[in-house]
């Protein structure tokens, strides 16, 4: 009878320990939120496969699904691209530059850092919300 008793305690402990496991599971990577990320000086819009950023006087690009990691970091290549006002002229040559956009989101909280590739210049650095709509004053 102990025997008995004794492997039903066992089965019940393994049992209730299977219920906890998941809660201290690591969470596994997952998609940026699509939507729109603002900030002072910064607008990012997350697509599925890309998304589009608006700077101050300046734009760029990310392609491919964004994904996180499993702490909500990310690093990937992009571009960014100065603007003048006035018009654009017929002959004028894109400028895209290559960049590493990298960070870290928390929450509804990103801080992006912007680093560029081709030159050794300070990397920006941005704090944007989810669902916030971004101040960006465009060159006139």
Do not use: Q
Not at 46 to 51: F, T
Not at 65 to 89: A, C, K, N, V, W
Not at 95 to 119: E, I
């Amino acid at each position: 009878m102990k025997t008995k008793l004794a492997k039903s305690l066992l089965l019940a402990t393994l049992l209730l320990g299977l219920c906890f496991i998941p809660s201290f599971a690591k969470p596994r990577a997952r998609r940026l939120e699509v939507g729109t990320w603002g900030g002072p000086h910064i607008h990012l819009e997350v697509a599925k496969d890309s998304a589009t950023i608006e700077y101050d006087c300046a734009h760029g690009t990310i392609n491919g699904p964004l994904m996180l990691d499993r702490r909500g970091r990310f690093s990937y290549s992009g571009t960014y691209s100065l603007e003048h006002g006035g018009p654009i002229r017929m002959d004028e040559k894109p400028n895209a530059r290559p960049v590493r956009y990298a960070g870290v989101v928390s929450g509804k909280t990103m801080k992006l850092t912007v680093t560029f590739v081709d030159a050794n210049e300070e990397p920006e650095v941005f704090t944007l919300v989810l669902g916030g709509p971004g101040r960006v004053f465009k060159c006139r």
